[in-house]
C-alpha cells in the first residue's frame, strides 16, 4: 500500500513512443525498467513514476522523409 | 561513427516530464539509464532512442486539483 | 456562426490522456465539462478551446513499475 | 491522506497547453475546475487526476499560418 | 547511406495530430512535404527529420465544447 | 476575415520540437512553409491548421545515450 498526500506527486510522467509489433513481456519489462532508470538517477519515488507507451504505426511514422513502411 | 539507413529509424522517443529542479548529473545519469533500459528490453538500437527531458514548474503543476505550488 | 480574424487563436489545446472504456455519454460531457473549466477560468473564448481525448489501454501504461493489466 | 495501491493510477493526465501570460490565481483556479470536470464525467478519483500547464509564447505559435506575434 | 556521429541529432521531431480517414499517398506526401518545409526554414539535416502522424477520431475531439461526431 | 461553424475544426495540430536557437525569421518561414506542406498535402483548410514550436535546449536532449551539450 502506498500514501500519498493530498496534492502529492504524479511526476515523473515518461511517454515512450515506439512502432507497433513488442511483446507484452516486452512492454511489462520496459515499464519496469525505465521506472527503476527514472527513480534511480533523480530520487522521484517508484509510485510517483507513470509510464505511457504510445506505438506507432509504420505508415503513420517518418524519417528523412521517408515513411518506414515505404 | 553510426550509420543509419535513408529512412532509418529515430525512435524509440521517450519523453521525461518532471518537475524542474535536477542538476545536469542526474540529467546526464537519466538520459543514459533511459536509454539502456529501452535498448535493453525492446531490442531498439542504441543510436535510434531519443530521449527528451521537459522540466514543470510547480506553478504549472497539479494533482489533486492543487497545484504543486500551492 | 463564429468569426475568426486570419491568425486567430485555436488555443488553448486541452489533452485528455484516460485510460479507454469510457461511453460516447461520458466523452460527450467530458469535452463539454472541459471546455467551460477552460473557459471560466482562463478568460478563452469557447471557440478557441480545442479538446483531444487519447485512450491508453492498460497494457500499455503502467505507475510504479507495474502495467495495470498485470 | 489519499492511499494509491501498488499499480494504482495515476491517470487522467491532463496536459493544457495556452498562450503564457495568465495570473497564478486563474491557473489555480484551471487546475481545480478542470479536475472536477474530469472527475464528475469520467468517474477517475480527484487524486487521480493531473493537470500540466504548458504556457506558449506568441513567438512560438501560428494559425493559418502566420504566428500570433506577427 | 547517411552518417550520424555519436550522441547525433535526430531533431527536429515534428508530430502532426489530424483527423482520421486520409489515405496512404496522403500521408505519403504530407511526411515528404513536411520534412522538406522543415530542412529548407531551420537548415536541420533531412535525416534529422521525424515525422509522427497521430490519427484522431471525431468521437474523441472537440472545438467549443461539442464533439465533431455530434 | 475566416469563419468557423459552431463545432468547426482547429485540426490539424502540428507540434515541431526543435532545438532553441532559431532566429525570428526562421520560425516565421517554419510556421507558413509547414501550414502550406499541410493544407497541400491533406485538404484541410488553412485556418484548420495550428502549428505550435516547442524550442529544447541542448541539455534537455539525447540522442545515443549522450545528451548534445556533452
Given at each position: 500500500m502506498y500514501v500519498i498526500k493530498r496534492g502529492?506527486?504524479?511526476m515523473p510522467i515518461v511517454t515512450v513512443q515506439m512502432l507497433e509489433g513488442r511483446t507484452d513481456k516486452q512492454k511489462q519489462a520496459l515499464i519496469?525498467?525505465?521506472?527503476?532508470?527514472?527513480t534511480k538517477t533523480t530520487?522521484?519515488?517508484?509510485t510517483a513514476v507513470t509510464v505511457v507507451i504510445e506505438e506507432?504505426?509504420?505508415?503513420?511514422?517518418?524519417?528523412?522523409g521517408k515513411r518506414l513502411i515505404d
Open positions: 502529492g506527486r504524479a519496469e525498467e525505465v521506472t527503476s532508470a527514472v530520487g522521484a519515488k517508484e506507432m504505426s509504420k505508415s503513420n511514422y517518418g524519417v528523412a
